[in-house]
């Protein structure tokens, strides 16, 4: 039976050492990685990821953790907003207008109020609502899905035997570019062998069944043994 052989533990990308070391594990045959975030988690009417109803902009993964969205969207700088929102959010022309709204328009206290203010000022060009990125944005600073990311991809290589596999499912082009460079410089250095030329993507039916996974692109490569 699987489920006997099945360890849950709570900890950060940047914890998988400690949490191997801890669970009394060496070296293992294989890591999944899912950067995907819980479509659970989106739709919680209290966590404030999602615009559809009013929330506390809260955005926090990790409920213990004290930084929220709302101390960013409320305090932070106007060039802070902008930046993050370029980069993270990809929102390349409309971020520093988004930006200033946002400084002028405080205190904002929940999610639909920021998101009508961002529509207010961003006109809607496409079925992507204009609050989209700004979201995603707040969403990677609140929780560092980016240093998570980074610490992850540094620590994996390390604790995967030769011969070793490791399969990573992005959902975000932000993410997998990260990916696709880490795995480039594993290859180069002779460390990993790239079994997925061009990343793979789910087909129409797996998309059919699971809506969610349109926008997932899967990467894997294997560990090669200790260099001579």
């Known amino acids: 039976d699987c489920a006997e052989r099945i360890t849950f533990r709570q900890s950060r990308f940047s914890q998988l050492g400690e949490t191997l070391k801890a669970l009394g594990v060496g070296k293992v045959d294989g890591i999944l990685s899912d950067l995907g975030v819980s479509k659970w988690q989106l739709m919680s009417p209290e966590r404030g990821f999602s615009f559809q109803h009013a929330a506390p902009l809260d955005m926090r993964m990790d409920r213990g953790q004290d930084l929220t969205a709302s101390d960013l969207v409320n305090r932070s700088s106007e060039k802070e907003l902008a930046d993050w929102i370029f980069r993270l959010g990809e929102e390349r022309r409309h971020a520093r207008r988004i930006a200033r709204a946002t400084v002028r328009a405080r205190p904002l206290r929940d999610s639909l109020q920021y998101a009508e203010l ?111």
């Open 118 to 228: 961002i529509a207010a000022v961003v006109p809607r060009t496409g079925k992507l609502h204009p609050a989209t990125r700004v979201f995603q944005a707040l969403r990677m600073v609140v929780n560092d899905e980016e240093g998570e990311l980074a610490a992850l991809l540094e620590q994996a290589p390390e604790w995967i035997k030769p011969g070793g596999r490791w399969v990573v499912i992005a959902f975000q082009s932000l993410d997998d570019r990260q990916v696709k460079r880490a795995f480039q410089s594993l290859a180069r250095e002779k460390r990993a062998t790239i079994l997925t030329k061009h990343v793979v993507r789910p087909d129409a039916e797996e998309c059919r069944v699971n809506p969610p996974s349109r926008s997932a692109v899967l990467r894997a490569l294997e560990m090669r043994g200790e260099l001579s």
